[in-house]
């Protein structure tokens, strides 16, 4: 079944075509990555899907209810981590997690047992009584996505989630988003190849709103005649911009 | 529940962050320290630094910090994403603008407790009636957090230091009619002042500490009047950013 499917997704600002005419199927349990360069739409497709910015035109359909109708319903089942860490500096780690579980209208006692879960899972005990704004780059994305995870999204948007962190903390973060494949659809937009590469089952590249290929990262090689996949989304960039 | 978990957290990030102590308590405590030796030292009766007639105003002058902790708040969680990742949620508009709201009213009596604290020891006569002036702080205060929720939903965390942190506070100071007589500056910026909301604020306080309620009562609904118009504001600019976000 299809956790997400897109159909003819339009946004228009007033000067710019950020989506133009999406169209996409993510199956449930899926990682998938939005690739593209700066501008390409990413960041505005995950908006739309996740209720923030509504179409111009054009739909989405998230497990049976759509993002223009049953918005309230679509909310229920996403979770968003934005690109910036998006985390109250003066809570500490449990507290923030503690006000992202009542946003989800967990009870008292479900949203004390789910941070606790939620802290072990993510290795956040040691850090519970800090306050998120003193942790380094790589503990407040790791609660980030910790506080995505607390109101058990079916559907999970990761903007640029390890934007900025050192390799170690880029290793553990994918770490724990590969272990989400299966149990939650992801999507995930980045700019790094390797991390599309280690994590997601498919890859979809976009250019100036537009889609221009969808696959797993071997298809697209294929596709391109490309060893690796930096090369080939250059390959696809460049054909797309020339057309 | 989920008002409730919001309302804490504004209160924890306003609390937790020294510029709330330094600015909302220590300002207005060293304004009256300051102003009371100079009246002490003044020869003569200089009726305007005189303690009865200076604390209603301090403590009015504090609550104006109040639309720089709340702006900045809203316009930082605005700016940063945080409310991006609430947005995302089932949490309803009216528990975003209560949250920001409803937690500003205690903090701003806790301002004037400690207002009023200190002038008692600086021998401000003990009367029943400044608890009265505890009843002023809710319109007053309301009339601030206003500003705080309309400024943060428009203005960038560097904006709002300009404009709530300098601009405002040295408009709501200087329209007050706390440090110097209106009428002595002349009748233009008196009337500019009387048209504000600033002086009635500080003249319902003063007259509730007085028990004068027939004075009160134009001040209080001159005070209100700029409540409803600006918190109506406030809601649907802070409706129109979240809608746009």
Redesign the interface.
């Known amino acids: 079944m299809n956790a997400i499917q897109c159909e003819h997704l339009t946004k228009q600002y007033p000067k710019v075509l950020a989506v133009n005419d999406l169209n996409l199927e993510v199956k449930e349990g899926e990682l998938f990555a939005l690739l593209g360069v700066n501008g390409a739409g990413k960041t505005t497709t995950v908006k739309m899907l ?4 509504a179409p111009t035109s054009g739909d989405a359909i998230l497990l049976g209810k759509s993002i223009l109708h049953d918005r ?1 319903e679509v ?2 089942l ?14 500490t780690v449990f ?1 923030n997690l ?3 579980a ?4 967990l ?2 006692k479900e949203a004390l047992e789910k941070s606790e879960q939620i802290l072990r899972r993510f290795g956040l005990d040691t850090v519970r009584t800090r ?1 998120a704004g003193k942790l380094s780059g790589g503990w407040q994305r790791r609660l980030s996505l910790a ?2 995870l607390i ?1 058990d999204p079916k559907i999970l ?1 990761l903007d640029e989630p390890t934007l900025g962190l050192d390799v170690l903390a880029r290793a553990d973060l994918w770490e724990m988003i590969r272990a989400l494949k299966g149990t939650v659809t992801t999507i995930l937009t980045t700019h790094y190849m390797e991390e599309a590469e280690a994590l997601c089952d498919r890859v979809g590249i976009m250019k100036e709103g537009r889609l221009l290929a969808v696959g797993t990262v071997e298809e697209l090689k294929q596709q391109t005649g490309c060893e690796k996949l930096e090369d080939a989304f250059v390959q696809m960039i460049r054909k797309g911009a020339a057309q | ?2 008002t ?3 309302a804490v ?1 504004t209160a ?2 306003i609390l ?2 020294p510029l709330t102590l330094g600015f909302g308590i220590g300002f207005p405590t060293v304004l009256l320290l300051l102003l009371s030796a100079i009246q002490a030292n003044i020869p003569g009766k200089v009726e305007l630094f005189e303690i009865a007639h200076l604390t209603p105003g301090v403590a009015c002058f504090g609550l104006s910090f109040l639309t720089l902790f709340s702006a900045l708040l809203i316009s930082k969680d605005r700016t ?3 409310l ?8 309803p508009a009216h528990s975003f603008i209560l949250g920001y709201t409803l937690p500003m009213i205690p903090i701003a009596l806790a301002q004037t407790v400690v207002c009023y604290l200190l002038a008692l020891i600086l021998r401000l006569p003990f009367s029943a009636n400044i608890l009265l002036v505890l009843l002023a702080v809710l319109p007053n205060a309301w009339l601030y957090v206003s500003l705080g929720l309309l400024f943060g939903s428009i203005l960038t965390d560097k904006q709002v230091g300009g404009i709530c942190g300098a601009l405002l506070t040295n408009l709501s100071a200087w329209l007050s009619g706390t440090w110097f007589d209106l009428n002595l500056v002349g009748s233009v910026f008196g009337a500019i002042a009387n048209a504000l909301p600033f002086v009635h604020a500080v003249e319902l306080a003063r007259a509730l500490q007085n028990a004068d309620f027939g004075t009160a009562l134009p001040h209080f609904l001159w005070v209100m009047g700029y409540n409803v118009v600006i918190t109506f504001a406030a809601v649907f600019l802070f409706l129109r950013q979240m809608k746009k ?1």
Request: proline share 5%; no cysteine.
């Open positions: 996740s209720t923030l910015s309230e909310k229920r996403i979770a968003v981590s934005p690109q910036e860490t998006a985390v109250a500096p003066n809570l507290e503690q006000l992202i009542a946003a989800y209208g009870a008292k306050r506080m995505a109101g948007f | 529940m989920k409730h978990r919001f957290r924890k990030e937790r962050d940063g994403a945080f991006q990742r609430l947005y995302a949620t089932p949490m976000n």
